[in-house]
Nanobody, 123 residues
Framework: QVQLVESGGGLVQAGDSLRLSCAAS????????MGWFRQAPGKEREFAGG????????YYADSVKGRFTISRDNAKNTVYLQMNMLKPEDTAVYYC????????????????WGQGTQVTVSS
């Protein structure tokens, strides 16, 4: 069982940066792939970035590639999402997810989710 708690969201202007954190409970955190997903009002939840259990492999949606960076610290049971050059279209609730294999195209298949943190980017 893994419990996830996101933090770090807020209201920023276009071009600003934010760093989201996701703190996980459970001794098996280091064995799970982790990911960040986002959901804008009236839209489906979509994949933003993912990282393997070891941290050696990262992957991103095209919409955030080059602007967002996902990382993890297994000693702290925490995964991060550094978001730079934010755009108004990045406005969404951002969710942290965990699973043995991260389902990027089918978010609902991931077993563990946090409660989400709101990111709002004004133009």
């Amino acid at each position: 069982q893994v419990q996830l708690v996101e933090s770090g969201g807020g209201l920023v202007q276009a071009g600003d940066s934010l760093r989201l954190s996701c703190a996980a409970s459970g001794r098996t955190f280091g064995t799970y792939a982790m990911g960040w997903f986002r959901q804008a009002p009236g839209k489906e939840r979509e994949f933003a970035g993912g990282i393997s259990w070891s941290g050696r492999r990262t992957y991103y949606a095209d919409s955030v590639k080059g602007r967002f960076t996902i990382s993890r610290d297994n000693a702290k049971n925490t995964v991060y999402l550094q978001m730079n050059m934010l755009k108004p279209e990045d406005t969404a609730v951002y969710y942290c997810a965990a699973d043995r294999t991260l389902y990027t195209d089918y978010p609902s298949r991931n077993n563990y989710w946090g409660q989400g943190t709101q990111v709002t980017v004004s133009s």
